[in-house]
């Protein structure tokens, strides 16, 4: 198997990022903070050096195979909410698909420290409700300078 990832992978890469980081509407972003997505900030180049460069060869078939599987389902086109259906149903399918699909959740997702770290002013208090994304359940509201625009 090639070192690099093909174009299908990253595209799948890419989407899965944003699947677990997308984008939020809300109505006082004067920034766009909460507008960016996972690969706005870059983090679908830095997972796929990192799938290349520093994930051991016989873990790296595995990840690049659920990219290639996800491909096969329909992932790049599919609606967020489809997405987050096909992730669901992998993660039940196998303790090892279910791994997978938990690497790249916790590569992709800042921690509640990390989103700190991206935000250090964030007072996290507030909670917003889930928009379109599970894992967007409880972020902080920043009244805090946003990360420069893109």
């Given amino acids: 198997?090639?070192?690099?990832?093909?174009?299908?992978?990253?595209?799948?890469?890419?989407?899965?990022?944003?699947?677990?980081?997308?984008?939020?509407?809300?109505?006082?972003?004067?920034?766009?903070?909460?507008?960016r997505t996972a690969s706005d900030l870059g983090v679908d180049k830095v997972l796929a050096r990192y799938l290349v460069e520093s994930v051991p060869p016989e873990l790296r078939g595995g990840l690049l195979g659920l990219l290639d599987g996800l491909a096969a389902q329909g992932f790049v086109g599919a609606s967020q909410e489809k997405r987050e259906s096909i992730l669901s149903r992998i993660s039940g399918s196998s303790p090892e698909a279910a791994k997978g699909v938990a690497f790249y959740q916790k590569q992709i997702t800042p921690a509640p420290s990390e989103f700190r770290m991206m935000s250090p002013m964030c007072e996290c208090r507030q909670s917003f409700p889930r928009e379109t994304s599970k894992r967007w359940t409880q972020m902080c509201a920043s009244s805090a300078q946003a990360p420069a625009a893109r």
Avoid: H
Wanted: proline letters at 6%; a negative charge; aromatic letters at 8%.
């Fill in 1 to 35: 198997m090639s070192a690099e990832l093909n174009e299908t992978q990253l595209l799948v890469l890419r989407t899965l990022c944003d699947t677990f980081v997308p984008s939020i509407k809300v109505a006082d972003d004067p920034t766009g903070f909460w507008a």
